[in-house]
């Protein structure tokens, strides 16, 4: 009785319309979110699962109420999907699983020594700070440790305690790190057999975090003087090894040189037309994060109220370009997927200097 009375409530009222839509438990509990273009024929699909083991009709078996609605363009449906999934962690739904995928960011842990790594997507960790997006896992993860290695920064497990050489009320310690090769042969400072002082770590990391936002070329110094010294004593195996490493840490240079610039041209107003039934929606896009919408305006005040909005988001310089928040990361994926699947929305976007200039997107 309770699904035929859902059945029924679908078809007497819903509309083919894009929107969203959400199944609740009896306890109250949100238990799924999605999204459609065409609410009614999504929602009538529930109820023509053919096996019982069918997710659609898992979900509808715990649903004890349905609701839904509608929004005016597929891409406020889509918006508000990942909004709520965000919100409410619906337990059968796993956002944006397909973009994680196909890209990968580079985190910056947290801690008393601070190091990168490779993750794809933020996960859970909505308060980390991310560089990315990237395609490439693997050749991103040898690139940091190429630059790890030249600067001395760990990659050990994130939960691997420190222990700096200024640190005070030490307790003994090795002279050397059981299983560690990397400190061992030089590659890593060791704050974790205190065998730096804070401060030196600290500003390696700096200096790797500046050289991946462009500011300088150091770590490359070593390589390079190494690759000629190679040279110059005849040993061209070892110089090729040099050659290779500053290429991998150029290249990755160069894609985070192109993540600072994709993250800025996914800056402007993205102006929706509403159907029929629904009123267009205004979007102001900063670094692929939509940070205010509102209806399409209509009079000269909503024109003006709309423009003041647009230069107070977009107008002011942000310090770290390449940086990305990580409640941030999720939407940014959203937004260049949907500009690098459908092109043609560019021409609806105007950025804050040139009304009539088309973006363009990572």
Same mark, same amino acid.
């Given at each position: 009785?309770?699904?035929?009375? $859902?059945?029924?409530?679908?078809?007497?009222?819903?509309?083919?319309?894009?929107?969203?839509?959400? $199944?609740?438990?009896?306890?109250?509990?949100?238990?799924?979110?999605?999204?459609?273009?065409?609410?009614?024929?999504?929602?009538?699909?529930?109820?023509?699962?053919?096996?019982?083991?069918? *997710?659609?009709?898992?979900?509808?078996? %715990?649903? +004890?109420?349905?609701?839904?609605?509608?929004?005016?363009?597929?891409?406020?449906?889509?918006?508000?999907?990942?909004?709520?999934? *965000?919100?409410?962690?619906?337990?059968?739904?796993?956002?944006?699983?397909?973009?994680?995928?196909? !890209?990968?960011?580079?985190?910056?842990?947290?801690?008393?020594?601070?190091?990168?790594?490779?993750?794809?997507?933020?996960?859970?960790?909505?308060?980390?700070?991310?560089?990315?997006?990237?395609?490439?896992?693997?050749?991103?993860?040898?690139? @940091?440790?190429?630059?790890?290695?030249?600067?001395?920064?760990?990659?050990?497990?994130?939960?691997?305690?420190?222990?700096? /050489?200024?640190?005070?009320?030490?307790?003994?310690?090795?002279?050397?790190?059981?299983?560690?090769?990397? !400190?061992?042969?030089?590659?890593?400072?060791?704050?974790?057999?205190? +065998?730096?002082?804070?401060?030196?770590?600290?500003?390696?990391?700096?200096?790797?975090?500046?050289?991946?936002?462009?500011?300088?070329?150091?770590?490359?110094?070593?390589?390079?003087?190494? $690759?000629?010294?190679?040279?110059?004593?005849?040993?061209?195996?070892?110089?090729?090894?040099?050659?290779? *490493?500053?290429?991998?840490?150029?290249?990755?240079?160069?894609?985070?040189?192109?993540?600072?610039?994709?993250?800025?041209?996914?800056?402007?107003?993205?102006?929706?037309?509403?159907?029929?039934?629904?009123?267009?929606?205004?979007?102001?896009?900063?670094?692929?994060?939509?940070?205010?919408?509102?209806?399409?305006?209509?009079? /000269?005040?909503?024109?003006?109220?709309?423009?003041?909005?647009? !230069?107070?988001?977009?107008?002011?310089? %942000?310090?770290?370009?390449?940086?990305?928040?990580?409640?941030?990361?999720?939407?940014?994926?959203?937004? /260049?997927?949907?500009?690098? *699947?459908?092109?043609?929305?560019? %021409?609806?976007? !105007?950025? @804050?200097?040139?009304?009539?200039?088309?973006?363009?997107?990572?």
């Amino acid at each position: 009785m309770r699904i035929d009375n $859902m059945l029924a409530l679908v078809k007497d009222t819903a509309r083919d319309v894009p929107g969203v839509y959400r $199944m609740t438990s009896a306890d109250g509990e949100v238990i799924y979110v999605g999204k459609s273009k065409q609410l009614r024929t999504r929602l009538l699909s529930y109820f023509r699962a053919r096996f019982p083991r069918d *997710k659609g009709a898992r979900i509808l078996r %715990e649903a +004890a109420t349905l609701e839904w609605e509608a929004l005016p363009n597929e891409f406020a449906a889509l918006l508000r999907e990942l909004r709520l999934i *965000k919100q409410l962690r619906p337990r059968y739904n796993v956002s944006m699983k397909r973009d994680a995928r196909y !890209h990968a960011f580079v985190r910056v842990s947290k801690g008393a020594a601070p190091r990168f790594h490779v993750v794809r997507g933020a996960g859970t960790d909505e308060t980390g700070l991310y560089y990315g997006p990237f395609r490439g896992a693997l050749q991103l993860e040898e690139a @940091l440790r190429e630059l790890n290695d030249v600067l001395g920064l760990r990659d050990c497990r994130l939960d691997q305690p420190m222990y700096y /050489a200024d640190q005070p009320d030490l307790l003994p310690l090795p002279t050397r790190t059981p299983g560690c090769i990397r !400190h061992e042969i030089g590659k890593c400072l060791g704050p974790c057999i205190a +065998a730096v002082r804070e401060e030196e770590y600290l500003a390696r990391f700096r200096a790797a975090r500046e050289f991946l936002e462009g500011a300088h070329e150091s770590p490359l110094l070593p390589l390079r003087a190494q $690759m000629e010294a190679s040279s110059d004593a005849l040993d061209f195996e070892r110089a090729a090894v040099m050659r290779d *490493k500053i290429r991998r840490l150029e290249a990755l240079r160069e894609q985070f040189g192109r993540i600072r610039f994709a993250l800025e041209s996914l800056s402007f107003v993205y102006t929706v037309p509403g159907s029929s039934e629904e009123e267009g929606r205004s979007y102001i896009v900063r670094r692929g994060r939509v940070r205010d919408e509102r209806p399409v305006p209509r009079t /000269a005040a909503e024109r003006r109220a709309l423009d003041a909005a647009v !230069h107070d988001i977009l107008a002011p310089v %942000e310090r770290a370009p390449a940086v990305v928040p990580g409640h941030e990361v999720d939407e940014i994926l959203l937004v /260049a997927a949907w500009f690098r *699947k459908h092109p043609q929305e560019l %021409e609806r976007t !105007h950025s @804050l200097d040139v009304p009539t200039k088309k973006s363009r997107t990572a």
